[in-house]
């Protein structure tokens, strides 16, 4: 504890006080130059005259000192340094010097650094409270991650009274080094932990977040709280796209993508945490309350319904069955209300029967200290029940007695969440199904979208055309190239230069026709009236030249007009929707989906994705749009398999050209035949575009498809086979490889005997986060048909890399295992590994065998195992 003190109520005295006073079994040294004892133990005037060697060093010192204090850290075999002084970036530049002297010594040595301005950290368990809170904590299986140090001092206290445990409390401080992402990789594998609540304020690696979160969400949950809502923009967008994408709305997005939980506020990210980390997992929305009180019950039916839950219909049979157990005047529908007078034993009957209703996802138990209930005797019947629940119970105690607040104290003992308002209540269960939906997102298993073959570098070089030719926006005919190379269809457009042009062309295309002024300097043509609609014959095309090129010079005495393009009416009713994409200044590219035409930003109504996307993907950002829903509820249908399409392919593009900064199309003419893109816009990112030549860095927030590894192989036999990156449309090929194995192959693979692998765990298989692993398929050009598989997962530390090889029996020993080990090794240099190692059972000689002919070091680590391992650099 460096700059641990004798005086009271100091930081460093509260630190040192916490470590020696909560129990923790370890050593802990006092260092301080000014003082030869401190609190009764020995203190030393620097870190180097230490005796032992030291795991962490908590510093609590002016912001001056700790460069140096880092580096005798560092120099001194230290591996982990919590830094609680302020005083550094956010006091100005002399505090960001000091910052980089400090990423200089930890480079150098390679130190974690938590930290400056962190509360410190506390994990219960080893009783370790390395922090300067007032509050202890009792060992639970929340870790809790703050930004905040005043909300980890709050979480402490909501915990206590409550009678929650942690299994950590975490301060990240301002992230010089250790970052969330970090702390999802360790709480991820840690076995004290089952959920994971967050209060952030940004993130200092948002594509680290996402790889981590992605990882971690299929097995624990993740509640977040994001402050900062409404930060408005700085910058005017030259597109709808990018005036609809606010900060806010993309950081929803990503939150959704990850399979994490965002809540609105402090207290819901206690409760749902709380709620997620002990209850079944809610399938719907349905909701069923059991109260012996009409108002709140129906307090929270309002809730519910507004937040978008249903109340559960329940069956006839339990309506009959309530209705000859319970009293004639007691309510036998949802809310069942049981009357204040119920004594316990009918709040059991009418429960059990509540419990039994398969229309129900989760039950709510809604109390008032009235009448003949003992609120500790509703604890037991509720507990004891919940015990023989799949599906979640909340329970809402509305007093503050003591015997309410001991009946709370069993319920959260019992892992039985317990509320004193039927808003937080509801909110908690609607919470926890936001949950289950964004879980489906990393679940479910997409069809397969082909896209061909594009060009490009073709395409690129009209951007670096129209730069250099001054040009920030592209112009239509330039944009509509964009789509048509993706293979997204588009309306027939013809540009004329004048009048006799505007005829000829008119008159290929057919009546009526649309004309829209061409301009470099009009990016919104709608909004100064460039569009001309329905021109049914060849005497209007000279008046509606003349007119739009009249609109365009009286728009700007600067803008030129350089003619008129001319497209085919649209006669059929269809839908005017949006496909866009924008790059945020965080989170890199972003896609846009929604209502469109020229009222696109009054209505706002947009959803918010990333590349790349999927069918699954797309089907889901297609549905949360409100156009989509009032369609549907009007019986009125869109191609939405099409949009389906024309989104993944979008994405595609998008994720090919990060030199373009906006696209618009629209609007996207849907109806229930076909989708036709009918405009589109394309804004340049001139600085990106110039960097291109001398770097490129892919600023996604998800990992693209990494086309790079597609390559061809010809077996022994002459079998020509393709090697490529496992899609997550692969699930069903993958599953027939798997299937088509003996048992022994299956043991050699997966330890163990399968008989059928379920989708969750073929998901984690087939949808990658290609930051984190990649798996190459080898699949039969003749016949598509997946014959092999080998993957390279790496460590979160990023040196270390674990492998895998699979070969279908008929297919061994045609070389396929070797050349597959062989790109798994490219593979896994390509990603920076400096190793890579495999577990390998003794009695698998082939595998054993190919791992000695590569150089794999082959180790016997017991008799049920043995480990093959490559260093790939030094």
């Given at each position: 504890?460096?700059?641990?003190?004798?005086?009271?109520?100091?930081?460093?005295?509260?630190?040192?006080?916490?470590?020696?006073?909560?129990?923790?079994?370890g050593?802990?040294?006092p260092?301080?130059?000014?003082?030869?004892?401190?609190?009764?133990?020995?203190a030393y005037?620097?870190v180097?005259?230490?005796?032992?060697?030291?795991?962490?060093?908590?510093?609590?010192?002016?912001?001056?000192?700790v460069?140096?204090?880092?580096?005798?850290c560092?120099a001194?075999g230290?591996?982990?340094?919590?830094?609680v002084s302020?005083?550094?970036?956010e006091?100005?530049?002399r505090?960001?010097?000091?910052?980089?002297?400090?990423?200089e010594?930890?480079?150098?040595?390679?130190?974690?650094?938590i930290?400056?301005?962190?509360?410190?950290i506390?994990?219960?368990?080893?009783?370790?409270?390395a922090t300067f809170?007032?509050?202890?904590a009792?060992?639970g299986?929340?870790?809790?991650?703050?930004?905040s140090?005043?909300?980890?001092a709050?979480?402490?206290?909501?915990?206590?009274?409550?009678?929650?445990?942690?299994?950590?409390?975490?301060?990240?401080?301002?992230?010089?080094?250790v970052?969330?992402?970090?702390?999802?990789?360790?709480?991820?594998?840690d076995?004290?932990?089952?959920?994971?609540?967050?209060?952030?304020?940004?993130?200092?690696?948002?594509?680290?977040?996402?790889?981590?979160?992605?990882?971690?969400?299929?097995d624990?949950?993740i509640?977040?709280?994001?402050?900062?809502r409404f930060?408005?923009?700085?910058?005017?967008?030259?597109?709808?796209?990018?005036?609809?994408a606010?900060?806010?709305?993309?950081?929803?997005?990503?939150?959704?993508?990850?399979?994490v939980?965002?809540v609105?506020?402090?207290?819901?990210?206690?409760?749902c945490?709380e709620?997620?980390?002990?209850?079944?997992?809610?399938?719907?929305?349905n909701l069923?309350?059991?109260?012996?009180?009409?108002?709140?019950?129906?307090?929270?039916a309002?809730?519910?319904i507004?937040?978008?839950?249903?109340?559960t219909?329940l069956?006839?049979?339990?309506?009959?069955?309530?209705?000859?157990?319970?009293?004639a005047?007691?309510?036998?529908?949802?809310?069942?209300?049981?009357?204040?007078?119920?004594?316990?034993?009918?709040?059991?009957?009418?429960?059990?029967?509540?419990?039994?209703?398969?229309?129900?996802?989760?039950?709510?138990?809604?109390y008032t200290?009235?009448?003949?209930?003992?609120?500790?005797?509703?604890?037991?019947?509720?507990?004891?029940l919940?015990?023989q629940?799949?599906?979640?119970?909340?329970?809402?105690?509305?007093?503050?007695?003591?015997?309410?607040?001991e009946a709370?104290?069993?319920?959260?003992?019992?892992?039985?969440?317990?509320?004193?308002s039927?808003?937080?209540a509801?909110?908690t269960?609607?919470?926890?199904h936001?949950?289950?939906?964004n879980?489906?997102l990393?679940?479910?298993?997409?069809?397969?979208?082909?896209?061909?073959?594009t060009h490009?570098?073709?395409?690129?070089?009209?951007?670096?055309?129209?730069?250099?030719e001054g040009?920030?926006v592209?112009?239509?005919?330039?944009?509509?190239?964009?789509?048509?190379?993706?293979?997204?269809?588009?309306v027939?457009?013809?540009?004329?230069?004048?009048?006799?042009?505007?005829?000829?062309?008119a008159?290929?295309?057919?009546?009526?026709?649309?004309?829209?002024?061409v301009s470099?300097?009009?990016?919104?043509?709608s909004?100064?009236?460039?569009?001309?609609?329905?021109?049914?014959?060849?005497?209007?095309?000279?008046p509606?030249f003349?007119e739009?090129?009249?609109?365009?010079?009286?728009h700007?005495?600067?803008?030129?007009?350089?003619?008129?393009?001319?497209?085919?009416?649209?006669?059929?009713?269809?839908?005017e929707?949006?496909v866009?994409?924008?790059?945020?200044a965080?989170?890199?590219?972003?896609?846009?989906f929604?209502?469109?035409?020229?009222?696109?930003?009054?209505?706002?109504?947009?959803?918010?994705?990333?590349?790349?996307?999927?069918?699954?993907?797309?089907?889901?950002?297609?549905?949360e749009?409100?156009?989509?829903?009032?369609?549907?509820?009007?019986?009125?249908?869109?191609?939405?398999k099409?949009?389906?399409e024309?989104?993944v392919?979008?994405?595609?593009?998008?994720?090919?050209?990060?030199?373009?900064?906006?696209?618009?199309?629209?609007?996207?003419?849907a109806s229930?035949?076909?989708?036709?893109?009918?405009?589109?816009?394309?804004?340049?990112?001139?600085?990106r575009l110039?960097?291109?030549?001398?770097?490129?860095?892919?600023?996604?927030l998800?990992?693209a498809?990494?086309?790079k590894?597609?390559?061809?192989?010809?077996?022994?036999n002459?079998?020509?086979?393709l090697?490529?990156?496992?899609r997550?449309?692969?699930?069903?090929?993958?599953?027939?490889?798997?299937?088509?194995?003996?048992?022994?192959?299956?043991?050699?693979?997966?330890?163990?005997?399968?008989?059928d692998?379920?989708?969750?765990?073929?998901?984690q298989?087939?949808?990658?986060?290609f930051?984190?692993?990649?798996?190459?398929?080898?699949?039969?050009r003749?016949?598509?048909?997946?014959?092999?598989?080998?993957?390279?997962?790496?460590?979160?530390?990023?040196?270390?890399?674990?492998?895998a090889?699979?070969?279908?029996?008929?297919?061994?020993?045609l070389?396929l295992?070797?050349?597959?080990?062989d790109?798994?090794?490219?593979?896994?240099?390509?990603m920076r590994?400096?190793?890579?190692?495999a577990?390998?059972?003794?009695?698998?000689?082939?595998?054993?065998?190919?791992?000695?002919?590569?150089?794999?070091?082959?180790?016997?680590?017991?008799?049920?195992t043995?480990?093959?391992?490559?260093v790939?650099?030094?």
């Amino acid at each position: 504890m460096i700059g641990a003190s004798e005086r009271e109520g100091s930081i460093g005295s509260k630190i040192l006080r916490n470590l020696t006073t909560s129990g923790f079994a370890g050593k802990v040294f006092p260092v301080n130059p000014h003082r030869q004892t401190i609190q009764g133990l020995t203190a030393y005037s620097r870190v180097g005259q230490i005796p032992d060697r030291v795991d962490l060093a908590v510093i609590a010192t002016p912001a001056d000192t700790v460069p140096t204090i880092a580096e005798e850290c560092g120099a001194s075999g230290v591996s982990g340094v919590i830094i609680v002084s302020a005083g550094f970036k956010e006091t100005g530049e002399r505090g960001s010097d000091l910052e980089r002297q400090i990423r200089e010594h930890q480079n150098k040595y390679g130190l974690r650094i938590i930290g400056p301005r962190s509360f410190g950290i506390i994990r219960p368990k080893t009783n370790l409270f390395a922090t300067f809170a007032d509050k202890r904590a009792t060992p639970g299986k929340i870790a809790f991650i703050s930004q905040s140090a005043s909300l980890c001092a709050s979480a402490l206290d909501w915990a206590w009274n409550e009678g929650v445990g942690f299994s950590a409390v975490v301060s990240t401080g301002s992230m010089l080094d250790v970052d969330i992402g970090d702390f999802l990789d360790y709480f991820g594998v840690d076995p004290q932990t089952r959920s994971i609540m967050l209060y952030v304020e940004s993130f200092k690696n948002p594509r680290k977040f996402m790889s981590a979160a992605r990882q971690l969400t299929r097995d624990k949950p993740i509640v977040v709280v994001k402050a900062g809502r409404f930060r408005e923009s700085k910058e005017a967008a030259l597109s709808h796209s990018g005036a609809l994408a606010g900060e806010d709305v993309v950081y929803d997005a990503a939150f959704k993508r990850a399979g994490v939980v965002r809540v609105e506020g402090i207290n819901d990210l206690f409760c749902c945490t709380e709620a997620l980390t002990t209850q079944p997992n809610p399938a719907g929305t349905n909701l069923t309350i059991v109260t012996n009180a009409g108002a709140p019950a129906i307090i929270a039916a309002d809730r519910l319904i507004q937040w978008g839950g249903h109340l559960t219909q329940l069956a006839n049979k339990s309506i009959q069955t309530l209705k000859s157990a319970l009293p004639a005047y007691c309510c036998t529908t949802n809310p069942v209300d049981v009357y204040e007078e119920a004594t316990a034993s009918r709040f059991r009957t009418a429960l059990e029967v509540c419990l039994k209703d398969s229309n129900s996802d989760g039950f709510l138990v809604l109390y008032t200290p009235q009448g003949a209930t003992d609120p500790l005797a509703l604890a037991q019947i509720v507990i004891d029940l919940a015990k023989q629940s799949q599906k979640p119970i909340l329970t809402c105690l509305m007093s503050q007695d003591d015997r309410c607040r001991e009946a709370r104290r069993l319920f959260h003992q019992a892992g039985v969440p317990s509320f004193t308002s039927p808003e937080d209540a509801v909110s908690t269960f609607l919470n926890m199904h936001r949950y289950t939906r964004n879980l489906e997102l990393l679940y479910q298993t997409p069809q397969h979208v082909p896209i061909g073959e594009t060009h490009v570098t073709e395409l690129k070089g009209v951007l670096r055309r129209a730069f250099c030719e001054g040009r920030k926006v592209l112009s239509l005919p330039e944009s509509m190239q964009f789509l048509e190379e993706y293979q997204i269809p588009t309306v027939k457009t013809a540009i004329a230069r004048n009048v006799d042009e505007a005829a000829a062309l008119a008159s290929e295309v057919g009546y009526p026709i649309v004309m829209k002024a061409v301009s470099p300097q009009v990016i919104h043509k709608s909004r100064i009236n460039c569009v001309i609609l329905n021109i049914c014959s060849p005497s209007e095309i000279k008046p509606c030249f003349e007119e739009l090129a009249s609109r365009v010079r009286n728009h700007s005495g600067a803008a030129e007009f350089e003619g008129v393009a001319i497209q085919p009416m649209i006669r059929e009713n269809c839908f005017e929707l949006l496909v866009g994409a924008k790059t945020d200044a965080q989170f890199g590219p972003v896609i846009l989906f929604g209502r469109g035409g020229t009222t696109t930003e009054f209505f706002n109504d947009v959803s918010v994705g990333f590349p790349p996307l999927n069918q699954i993907l797309a089907k889901r950002l297609i549905e949360e749009t409100a156009i989509f829903k009032q369609a549907s509820t009007a019986n009125q249908i869109f191609d939405e398999k099409g949009i389906e399409e024309i989104l993944v392919k979008f994405s595609k593009l998008v994720s090919d050209f990060p030199e373009v900064a906006e696209i618009d199309v629209n609007p996207l003419m849907a109806s229930a035949k076909s989708v036709v893109a009918v405009d589109a816009r394309i804004v340049i990112d001139c600085d990106r575009l110039m960097r291109e030549v001398a770097e490129h860095r892919d600023n996604s927030l998800i990992a693209a498809y990494p086309e790079k590894y597609i390559t061809h192989r010809t077996l022994k036999n002459g079998a020509e086979v393709l090697l490529r990156p496992i899609r997550a449309e692969d699930e069903v090929s993958f599953n027939e490889l798997i299937k088509s194995l003996s048992a022994e192959s299956v043991r050699f693979r997966f330890f163990s005997m399968i008989k059928d692998m379920p989708h969750e765990r073929l998901v984690q298989y087939c949808n990658l986060d290609f930051d984190r692993q990649i798996a190459i398929v080898a699949e039969l050009r003749d016949n598509k048909k997946i014959i092999g598989a080998g993957r390279v997962i790496a460590e979160p530390d990023g040196k270390n890399g674990e492998f895998a090889i699979l070969v279908a029996d008929k297919w061994q020993r045609l070389g396929l295992g070797s050349k597959l080990l062989d790109y798994i090794i490219e593979t896994a240099k390509d990603m920076r590994l400096e190793k890579i190692s495999a577990y390998i059972l003794p009695d698998n000689y082939k595998m054993i065998g190919l791992g000695e002919k590569k150089g794999f070091k082959i180790e016997r680590l017991d008799e049920e195992t043995a480990k093959a391992s490559l260093v790939l650099r030094m």
